[in-house]
């Protein structure tokens, strides 16, 4: 069928003030000529072309066309009537400065179908980002999948509301866009990435299986690449899984929570992140499963695991975090330190004050933030012993909680009364503590000795000084064998390890013999 243009009547000004109609044929978007003008009947061509009407149509019209939003809309339904050879012109007039003129050129479209779609598809590369836009919304509304590919690539477009415009036609598309959806995660313009997120999630359950298969695809091309020693995956493969994990969690389908625990081992910081954020917007179904992950031989597991479920707040968490804080990781600890502060559930003060005794500094810090959010009372005797040790942050725990750090004597004898021995073994390098430590005399030989094993050579050194002073006898055999031994074994998460007892801690038990033995022949007691 060819092309032959729309006809349309208008009154234009005429001689004396006085108007006529004119019969316009119209071939394109502003573009006509003159069917019928009743001058050129009465006047003859000649005449007619001085005629103020033809002056008018040559000269002004063309500009009121462009001002005339309701001309230019029963324009735009002229041309949808005549159908697919009005396409081109339509197309045109997605560009229009008038949203409503936009609109119905865009429903004009629509109802031609699927043979305006190769129109719509080369509009998406117009100049003019209202045409991109629009042609869009139609290539939304029509739902031809063969529009997929292009809209794709129209979700980087360098203007939002084009970005925008792009992921809704796919949504309207729905399942069959899934596929180019997923590749897309993985698009190195982060303009199209996050707007293929945002487009499986609106598609929700029909993305699920895709989501999933997609995230097993990168773990087991990331496990071929092991078995063959291949580079690690690209940074586009980290932007699939994070983008699946992400999406997977917005979307809440519980099938997905397997996929993303196991995501919660990934090597890549920001799938980790993803993943556990994936796991705390499904919420209540994921509890379970993460606290079945805490029990996960990978470390970076358990610690995503433990934050999440913090996040979550589920208080059937607090028993299996509570065992969490003797992970032989202290990543693992500290995150579960703070997963237990954020549920704040009193049952965890005790085992958090014992968290005070650990190791190393980053539990600590943890675990004196999680009892300022519980705010239980039972805190403030071992966090009085670290403020007097100097700790700024046991200090501003303190000051959060409203109370003054106790007297140290009392709060190192409320701390032993709590069984919480550890906090004052991992303090005992400050003297202070030190002192009123060996004030308690024969109750702490014992877990002095004990504390000769530790890891921390200060701690050993300050636990041979404050026997010496207490000057016991029953700590002269370990002492004499730190001594005589260079090496001494422990076990730490199932496996011995040896640690080297240095010419401090060697120094530190000579001199403590020498004091014990010096106590013992002052009191006249037979020498061992």
Known sequence: MTWQG?????????????????????????????????????????????????????EQFPEEFRQDARFRKQLVEALGAVGVPAVPPLIQALGDWNEDVREAACEALVKIGAPAVPHLIQALGDEDSDVREAACWALGAIGDRQAVPPLIQALGDGNRDVRAAACEALVKIGAPAVPRLIQALGDGDWHVCEAACEALVKIGAPAVPHLIQALEDEYVRAAARRRRHLPLPLPGDWDVRAAACWALGAIGDPQAIPYLIQALGDRDRGVREAACEALVKIGAPAVPHLIQALEDEDEYVRAAACRALGEIGDGQAVPPLIQALGDRDRGVREAACRALGEISDRQAVPPLIQALGDEYGSVREAACEALVKIGDGQAVP?????????????????????????????AVAQVVAQGAWGVLV??????????????LGTPAVSPLIQALGDEDEDVRVAACRALGQIGDPQALPRLIQALEDEYKYKKVGGVYIGIYECEYVRRAAREAVEQIKAKQCARN???D
């Open 426 to 439: 991992r303090a005992l390098p400050h003297e202070a503590v030190r002192a009123a430590v060996v004030e």
């Open 6 to 58: 729309v006809e349309m009547e208008i009154q234009v000004p005429c001689a004396e003030g006085k108007q006529h109609p004119v019969r316009l044929r119209f071939t394109g978007w502003g573009e006509y000529e003159v069917v019928h003008n009743p001058c050129e009947e009465l006047l003859g061509a000649v005449f007619a072309r001085m005629a103020p009407c033809t002056h008018y149509l040559r």
């Open 382 to 410: 071992a966090l009085s012993v670290w403020a007097h040790a100097g700790e700024r942050v046991a200090q501003a725990a303190l000051q959060q909680m409203g109370q003054a750090p106790l007297p140290l004597p009392e």
């Open 525 to 527: 007691e037979p020498l």
